[in-house]
């Protein structure tokens, strides 16, 4: 339809419009101005066609003024339709979305993805990467308000507030969707977006599918100049354009946007304009048709009405217009269904490009009275007259507060009412008024109304969890967040508002651009009467005001008041006493009075203060003024204090003499962290500290410290005062005064503090600093960095830079200081009344004392009562139990280690040779060993080895060294060497000593299997909650309770009086079905009724017989089952000891329900329990036959549910029973098992384990049903196989997977059957077998793990395959001899094989082909068959020759790979050997046989390593014959001398070969000799490598590959990085994509990750892998794009492939990316490159392009040169030569071109061109001469 009306514009146009230009003659009724719909206009045709009717000149009259009013109604959103083209105007611009003012006082929105389609591509590009991307623009950069644009409506909706809503798009796709590609031509206006930018232009989306518009740089440089700043036009921009020229059918289209064309730009018919595509914002040369009082018809392009309606008549020119008059109009819309034109003849839309300039109205939200009404327009509105004679326009909706009450009569014209001002339209350039009342009487209109601080009332909107959203007028709604619903912090605020609901508020802040309102509800802020502060300039000092918290902090509060402004009350403001701890007296949100202290409002800070001046002194004022005027105490002052009361965090003293109240922290009190505590605990009020040191004082609050270390810094005058006196490589004494991640802050006694940042903080690596320093604690700190200016410090914590001289004097120091504080402890202790306190204060350890065993703990320590007092506890761990076995009652002989004076318990222990210790005299200073005995934080006892004495010494040599790695840490138990510094005990009780070197501590013996705690104990916490109540209880008793929590293997139930019960899952239904889980047939909260059938004890998990003392503090055990509810009952059996006697009931085989407790994924098995007292095991490969449910068990098998499972047997090393879901096991003949494998043995086979330790093994021939080259290839240990057990003979289970013996039922195809015995072989039978050794006289065969030996062909007229050995034998059997040298390949295990004999005669018959061996056959050795042909063996004898056979294993040369032979029987094999020459000629179609040779050389020793000589070619019958006879003579001993010399002869002539430098490596051992001695040499690793690749062993060179990235040096970087481009180059030519990615990522992390990458991308190219390649440069460009190497690399990598203008389009993109600095040297290269590999001419171009803006770049003149010397002609070459000396650059330089000059000539001149160039150096000398003497 398009493409007939653009083919034949005019005449289909007119027809259409025929009828409606005929009614255009008549006066009273125009159809083409009528909105009403089509159906009226045709029925009102037909009338006008018809005889007219005769009617009264009134009606006639009434109807027409009637029908033109109706033409120009004025548009509403009801007149609006999806697909319209409308022209509008920027209104606001958001982030996301436009508002655009639409004619006649309607508005629209424009979301950020109706731009157009390469915008909203980008857009996705940014959210998809997660970060801004550069070129992107954000809408307001891209918009401007008054830019005039034409949209499109894409739809009509409805919103949430039931206001009707227009979505629009800018889309050109949409816009210009009537355009086709035809349809475009020259000097057409057009609007579209830049799509992407190009390197001579801009590439414009037009919305016009099948055509590509091109705007030219040079077309855009006016616009660029005056529109954008100068700055590129970027994606998404807007631009009307102007059409240039069009191409190929419109397939191509260059653009303009001139401001003087696109300003000028008219609409004509030439353009081919129809109703279907006429678009918005076209201006069109028009003539007036007919003049109304609501507008004119106009007529346009010769066949096109249209309408302009009151608004947009030109104000100047209203009231002035007559018929056909000519005007020049703008397009408005056109209605897609109705085809009414609207246009407008305002002047400012009469030049298309220019925005609108009137954007707004002064008297926004003015009240008006008494505004006449102008005109009334019943589906859109009313017009009225403003005082200043100015319209203004009211919409329908806003003439009535509603529809109901809306009265047309009320708004004739002349009518006055009272409204308000409330928008502007800037297409209309008209007031928007509204007349209802709730707008008129509306406290605020726009958000910019409201200030900050105002009181505002509101609806209640909505409550979220984000807070309450208040509707405050008629467009705004403002937001409450949760602090600010009320005073304090509400739960449920939903309680108090209800949606609906009148609020009165306070603006918080209020941001008008953004339509922002955040408003509080706290009654104290709103009814505050005190000034409101929003900006920092209003807060004068003094000044009170209202704020709340928003952030409490440990140095203080930040109070926040409106508009954003805060403030920060410092600790010290908080109150007038000291507030320790200020976030536990105050809280966020918190509304508080404040005094502004002072106010910087250029830095936005402000201090503020809680303590008001008008506020009350408080009481205690006057004592205070007395202390400070008697006596104040400065900082560094020592002092006695008195104790007056303990806090949580230390204690608040008095300061004698003059009782000031100061306050002495915990970690204050010692400079060891463990003593700091003990201290606070053991002083009382009363107890005086003397020589206590004033940290700091501030507002009347007095901090203290008792820190030895700090006292005696402080005494000896080493702390600085002030910064001047600090500088770096002091050390200072401080404490830690907070600690954060990046590092701890250390204060100094003057106040000073310092940073010691985590780099610095320990010699050792720091993960966290909370593990090395905590808050207070005592450290030693060398200033590293002074910065006076700005008063900071940093300092280092490490040891080895603040080390305080001797190790062991300091250790020794902190030892004696320590031990000395805790004495003080026992003074202050044995003051105390109670008895046991003073009793534990004079126990010291190495006091012996004689105890009775209370009980034994399930842990394995002793609890022991018999104390010098009743209470006293008494204990001695596992270790220190030492082995004994101790029953409750037993007394024994104890030495104290230690008492713990914070628990009150004492430690000791029961090691013999502590309780008899040896009097022995010791000496000060000697060295011994001693056990440790005791772990403290800061010190450790020990026991001397030899006498048994108790020792004390530091765990810590420095002030600083806290930290230990768990290696490091020592352990009760470890030995250790200590120094003796003290000879006798004194006061503490201990000796004191010093440790010696870490390297002299020995490890514990670890504990015995017996001693271990069960780690599957677990206990539920719902049973453990609390203290067990008593019961009274007994078995059998029936209870009721209630279920509180379901396990999968238990329920808990509450009973009577709390008491807690559990009912096990066996305990709930008499019958079981498998599969089910009885614990969910209870609900929690059921009622239950049960019988107690045992009672369990906590500490020892054992079911306690009813008698026993503890039977009441049990957790009951119940039972459900019907049948014990009804019947009798069974207890749990409560006498047997051990778990192990109670699973003796259960016999192997018999069948067992029992409850999954859960699956044990490090030990691979099921834990269950089939009582509540008996648990079991089931082993993973005794759950399933299936590798499915192996592989994913917790699929299977779901915790607590029920399993039958078959007893296998008692676990032997626990109580543990043994279970099975696969019936019994039993590894029997002819069974199928699961098993692991655990080891794979090249060429032999496997060797799998069962559960129960049982080993088999599998031997290649048992792999599968089908041979193949590397039978082991897919067996790693751990994996699990399916075996059928073939036999277990002799203890050893043989095995096989062939899947014909473990799954019968399936009847696979067996290829390669199993060969038992030689009855399983039959003649001319084709079978496959592995190598097993070559020989020099055959090549052996294996056709089963046994040895029988059978004859053998090759020839391929019997296999029917081609020819296994090729025809020249010498060829490649030796290599793969050569291959298989190395030791590790040779096999000690050859008498379990199957060997084959087989030799091939060559083709003459006679001669033997020996293949080259390592071994030759030993002389003496007995033949089994002689060579001659006379002498036959049948087939029968054969297993009587093996067993002749001596079993000594053999190094036989293995090769596993497979191989095809034909058998045939012994009669033919005597017919074919050793044929003569003359009967060879006879048989001329016989083909050579491989014929059985003489034995293995099983026993081959030094004397038989005779070099192999090939036999002589006249050997003959009598020869053969007598070859045993020579063998079994015996030999002389002179015969036997001599051989030993050759064969020593022979020796030292391998080991001089092996010492000859200039040999080369031929074996694996040679490599490893090689690269022992230069481990460093990547070549040898190289070579190593490809010395396995040539024999094809992938994994063998990944191996080497592998040692050498460990064993070279990590300082050899190349080196390494060598080894690491080898592997990858191996991976890419033998192994996956996946391999050698995973090689790459860890190169990456070992290397410079940019080498790695370049030499990838080589490896990708090279062996042409360009996809990859490409890929991985793009990688590189996105992560090196600063890097010039990548950019050049992948130039270089382009021009090979041919892509020249990809490689332009990267020298662009790297120019962009580069810094400047570095774009002459890449465009030199990339110049270079295409002389190389492109084109030379563009590589000229560029060069000449470089050099006319850098002409004195002597680097890049001397590439050019070079290239063009390369690939030039002689004239090129002497242009530029020419061109060069006649540069101005510096002597220097210009010596060097002459110098190059003249050598060129030289080379490639005649002596006449030679003396031109000296001549010109000549004439540039005196001309630079002539020069300097002027």
């Known amino acids: 339809m398009a493409n007939l009306e653009e083919s034949f514009p005019r005449g289909g146009t007119r027809k259409i419009h025929k009828p409606e230009k005929a009614f255009q003659q008549s006066v009273e009724q125009d159809n083409l101005f009528d909105i009403s719909t089509e159906e009226g206009s045709t029925k009102r045709k037909k009338n006008q066609k018809g005889p007219a009717k005769t009617k009264k000149l009134k009606i006639e009259k009434r109807e027409s003024s009637k029908s033109a009013r109706e033409k120009f109604e004025i548009l509403s959103v009801e007149s609006l339709c999806e697909g319209m083209r409308i022209l509008g105007c920027v209104k606001e611009v958001n982030e996301l979305e436009l508002v655009i003012s639409l004619p006649n006082g309607l508005q629209g929105f424009v979301q950020v993805t109706e731009i157009c389609d390469a915008y909203t591509k980008k857009l996705n590009e940014q959210v998809t990467q997660e970060q801004p991307l550069k070129d992107l623009l954000h809408l307001p950069e891209l918009f401007s308000p008054g830019m005039l644009v034409r949209c499109v409506v894409s739809s009509l909706g409805i ?226 007259r403003l005082k200043d004679g ?313 901090l203290l410290c008792r820190k030895p270390a700090l006292v005696s810094t402080v005494e000896g005058g080493q702390d600085p005062k002030n910064f001047s006196e600090i500088h770096p490589g002091m050390l200072l004494t401080g404490f830690v005064k907070s600690i954060k991640d990046y590092g701890v802050f250390i204060q100094f006694p003057s106040g000073l503090s310092g940073l010691a940042p985590k780099a610095i903080m320990s010699d050792k690596f720091v993960t966290s600093t909370s593990d090395h320093f905590v808050e207070g604690q005592t450290v030693v700190a060398k200033v590293t960095n002074v910065d006076e200016e700005k008063q900071r410090m940093l300092l280092s914590l490490r040891l080895s830079d603040c080390g305080l001289g001797d190790l062991a004097t300091t250790s020794l120091l902190l030892l004696s200081q320590c031990l000395e504080e805790l004495q003080g402890v026992r003074s202050l202790m044995s003051n105390r009344d109670s008895v046991l306190i003073q009793t534990l204060a004079e126990m010291t350890p190495g006091m012996f004392l004689d105890l009775v065993v209370q009980e034994v703990l399930e842990d394995g320590s002793v609890v022991f009562s018999g104390g010098p007092v009743p209470d006293l506890v008494l204990r001695a761990s596992r270790y220190h139990r030492a082995g004994q076995e101790v029953e409750s009652g037993q007394k024994k002989k104890v030495v104290i280690l230690n008492v713990d004076l914070l628990k009150l318990e004492v430690h000791v222990s029961l090691h013999q040779d502590l309780v008899n210790r040896k009097a022995k005299k010791l000496r000060k200073g000697s060295e011994h060993q001693a056990i440790v005995q005791h772990l403290e934080k800061s010190f450790a006892i020990a026991s001397l080895v030899e006498t048994g004495h108790l020792a004390a010494f530091s765990l810590t040599s420095h002030l600083n060294d806290t930290f230990r790695f768990d290696s490091e840490k020592l352990q009760v138990g470890q030995g250790v060497s200590l120094t003796l510094k003290t000879t006798e005990p004194g006061v503490t009780g201990l000796l004191l000593a010093v440790e010696g070197p870490a390297a002299k501590r020995t490890m514990r013996p670890t504990r015995k299997d017996s001693e271990t705690v069960d780690e599957d104990e677990e206990v539920d916490p719902a049973l453990t909650v609390g203290t067990i109540k008593k019961h009274t209880l007994s078995i059998g008793d029936m209870v009721t309770g209630t279920v ?68 009441v503090r049990t957790i009951p055990e119940l039972s459900v089952r019907p049948s014990e509810l009804e019947d009798g009952h069974t207890a749990l059996n409560t006498h047997s000891v051990s778990p192990v006697e109670k699973i003796k009931q259960y016999q192997a085989g018999q069948t067992v329900t029992c409850f999954l407790k859960k699956y044990n994924v490090v030990k691979k098995w099921l834990e269950v329990e089939i009582a509540p007292d008996i648990r079991g095991r089931i082993p993973l490969l005794l759950t399933s036959l299936s590798f499915k449910v192996l592989k994913h068990p917790d699929k299977k098998f779901r915790v607590g549910q029920a399993l039958r499972a078959t007893v296998v047997g008692p676990d032997s090393s626990k109580a543990f029973l043994c279970l099975s879901l696969i019936g019994p096991h039993k590894l029997e003949e002819g069974e199928v098992a699961m098993g692991r494998v655990v080891k794979v043995t090249p060429n032999e086979g496997l060797t799998v384990s069962f559960p129960f330790g049982k080993i088999g093994t599998v031997s290649i021939f048992h792999m599968s049903d089908s041979y193949s080259e590397m039978p082991l290839e897919d067996f790693v240990p751990q994996k699990v196989v399916r075996c059928y057990i073939l036999s277990t003979a002799d203890n050893v289970l043989t095995l096989s997977l062939r899947s014909s013996r473990t799954n019968p039922e399936t009847k696979s195809k067996v290829e390669d059957p199993e060969i038992n015995s030689i009855q399983d072989i039959k003649e001319g039978q084709l079978l496959r077998g592995y190598i097993g050794s070559i020989q020099p006289h055959g090549v052996f065969f294996r056709l089963n793990h046994q040895k029988n030996l059978v004859e053998l062909s090759f020839l391929p007229g019997d296999t029917g395959k081609p020819d296994v050995l090729s025809a020249s034998l010498e060829g490649p059997l030796p290599k793969q001899e050569e291959r298989k040298t190395e030791a590790g390949e040779r096999d000690q295990k050859a008498e379990k094989k199957n060997q084959k004999r087989n030799e091939k005669k060559n083709q003459k018959g006679q001669e033997e082909v020996d293949l080259p061996s390592k071994e030759k056959q030993q002389p003496q050795k007995p033949q089994a068959q002689k060579r001659g042909g006379r002498e036959r063996r049948e087939s029968g004898s054969e297993q009587e020759r093996v067993s002749k056979k001596p079993k000594k294993a053999g190094l036989s040369e293995e090769d596993d790979s497979l191989v095809d032979v034909y058998y045939r029987e012994g009669k033919e094999e005597a017919e074919e050997t050793n044929v003569l020459p003359k009967e060879k000629q006879t048989k001329p179609a016989e083909a050579p046989r491989l014929q059985l040779s003489s034995g293995f050389a099983w026993n081959a020793r030094l004397d038989s390593l005779t070099p192999a000589l090939p036999p002589l070619a006249e050997s003959s019958d009598s020869e053969e014959d007598e070859k045993p006879h020579q063998a079994t003579k015996k030999k002389s001993k002179k015969e036997r001398e001599l051989e030993k010399q050759k064969a020593e002869k022979e020796l030292s002539r391998i080991e001089e ?141 382009l021009l090979r492939r041919s892509q020249a203008a990809a490689s332009h389009r990267v020298l662009q993109r790297a120019l962009e990316c580069l810094p400047s600095k570095e774009h002459v040297d890449v465009i030199a290269k990339f110049a270079q490159l295409e002389f190389q590999l492109g084109d030379a001419e563009r590589a000229k171009a560029i060069f000449e392009n470089t050099l006319s803006t850098y002409p004195k770049r002597t680097d890049v003149w001397s590439v050019y040169i070079d290239m063009t010397i390369k690939h030039g002609s002689q004239k090129d070459v002497r242009d530029i030569f020419e061109r060069v000396i006649h540069l101005s650059l510096a002597p220097k330089r210009m010596k060097f071109f002459f110098k190059r000059y003249l050598d060129y000539e030289k080379q490639h001149g005649t002596e006449k061109d030679v003396q031109a160039v000296k001549a010109k150096a000549l004439e540039y000398v005196e001309a630079k001469s002539s020069v300097l003497e002027d």
């Not at 619903?485 to 609906?500: F, Q, R, S, V």
């Not at 090689?1639 to 990708?1660: G, S």
């Not at 990859?1668 to 794009?1681: D, P, Q, T, V, W």
């Open 1553 to 1693: 070969a092996l010492m000859d430098p200039g040999r080369q490596p031929e074996s694996a051992d040679d490599f490893d000799r090689l690269v022992l001695s230069s481990p460093n040499s990547s070549i040898l690793w190289l070579q190593y490598m490809a010395f396995h690749l040539q024999a094809m062993e992938i994994e063998k060179a990944r191996a080497v590959a592998e040692r050498a990235l460990k064993t070279i040096s990590f300082r050899e970087e190349q080196e390494k990085l060598n080894v690491w481009v080898a592997l990858l180059n191996l991976e890419n030519m033998y192994g996956s994509q996946e391999s050698l990615t995973k090689v790459f990522e860890r190169a990456v992390q070992y290397n410079e990750p940019l080498k790695v990458f370049l030499h990838l991308a080589d490896i990708y190219a090279k062996s042409e892998k360009f996809q990859e390649a490409g890929e991985l440069y793009n990688r590189m460009l996105k992560r090196f794009r600063q890097e010039k190497a990548v950019w050049i690399k992948y130039g270089a990598f």
């Open 159 to 384: 919103t949430d507030r039931g206001k009707k809503s227009v979505k629009l798009s800018l889309n050109p796709k949409n816009v210009n969707r009537v355009l086709s590609a035809e349809a475009l031509k020259p000097g057409m206006l057009l609007t579209g977006t830049i799509s992407s930018l190009e390197d001579h232009g801009y590439l414009v989306d037009i919305g016009v599918d099948g055509t590509r518009a091109f705007l030219p740089l040079l077309k855009a440089q006016e616009y660029i100049r005056q529109k954008n700043k100068g700055a590129k036009l970027k994606v998404g921009q807007y631009l009307n354009c102007i059409v240039e020229k069009v191409k190929g059918n419109g397939g191509v289209v260059s653009l303009s946007i001139g401001h003087s064309e696109v300003s000028t730009a008219i609409a004509t018919e030439e353009q081919s304009w129809n109703l279907n595509n006429l678009l918005p914002g076209l201006v069109v040369k028009a003539q007036v048709q007919k003049v109304t009082p609501f507008g004119l018809t106009l007529n346009f392009l010769t066949f096109f009405t249209g309408v302009v309606d009151f608004m947009h008549l030109d104000p100047k020119k209203a009231g002035t217009y007559f018929s056909n008059q000519a005007v020049r109009a703008c397009i408005l819309c056109v209605h897609p269904r109705t085809r009414v034109v609207r246009l407008s003849l305002r002047p400012i839309f009469l030049q298309p490009g220019r925005p609108l300039t009137r954007l707004s109205c002064q008297k926004l939200g003015a009240v008006l009275d008494d505004i006449p009404v102008q005109g009334f327009f019943k589906k859109a509105g009313a017009t009225f």
């Open 390 to 702: 100015v319209l203004a326009y009211a919409r329908l909706s806003h003439l009535s507060d509603s529809k109901n009450v809306f009265n047309p009569e009320a708004f004739k014209p002349g009518n006055t009412h009272k409204c308000r001002i409330i928008d502007y339209s800037q297409m209309d350039e008209l007031a928007l008024l509204s007349l209802r009342t709730s707008i008129i009487e509306a406290q605020y209109l726009r958000y910019h109304d409201i200030e900050p601080g105002a009181v505002v009332k509101g609806t209640v909107l909505t409550i979220k969890s984000y807070g309450m959203l208040v509707k405050v007028g008629e467009q705004m709604r403002g937001l409450v967040p949760p602090m600010h619903l009320a005073d304090i912090l509400i739960k449920n605020p939903e309680k108090k508002y209800h949606i609906g609901d009148e609020v009165k508020c306070r603006v918080l802040l209020c941001d008008p651009e953004a339509k922002k309102l955040m408003m509080t509800l706290k009654k104290t802020l709103i009814e505050s009467k005190l000034p409101v502060i929003t900006c920092y300039a209003d807060a004068k000092p003094g000044l009170q005001i209202h704020g709340f918290i928003i952030r409490v902090k440990d140095y203080g509060c930040i109070v926040k008041f409106y508009n954003n402004v805060q403030g920060l009350v410092p600790k010290h403001e908080l109150s007038t006493e000291y507030i320790p701890d200020p976030e536990r007296v105050f809280y966020t949100g918190q509304v508080v009075k404040v005094v502004v202290l002072n106010c910087e409002p250029s830095k936005e800070r402000m201090l503020l203060s809680f303590k008001l001046s008008s506020d009350p002194e408080p009481k205690k004022e006057p004592a205070g003024h007395s202390q400070k005027k008697g006596k104040a105490i400065n900082v560094g002052q020592l002092v006695d204090v008195k104790v007056l009361e303990k806090t949580k965090d230390g204690l608040e003293v008095a300061v004698l003499p003059h009782n000031i109240r100061a306050f002495l922290p915990t970690s204050h009190l010692s400079d060891h962290v463990a003593n700091g505590p003990l201290l606070h605990h053991w002083l009382q009020a009363g107890d005086i500290l003397h020589r206590v040191l004033c940290l700091s004082q501030s507002e009347g609050h007095v």
């Open 1044 to 1111: 509180k929590s379901i396990k999968p293997t238990h329920v808990v139930v509450t009973l009577e009086d709390g008491i807690i019960g559990c009912i096990h899952a066996s305990h709930i239904l008499d019958d079981v079905p498998e599969g089910t889980s009885p614990t969910t047939k209870l609900k929690v909260g059921k009622m239950v009724t049960a019988r107690v059938i045992g009672g369990r004890d906590m500490k020892t998990f054992k079911y306690l017989p009813i008698s026993h003392p503890r039977f």
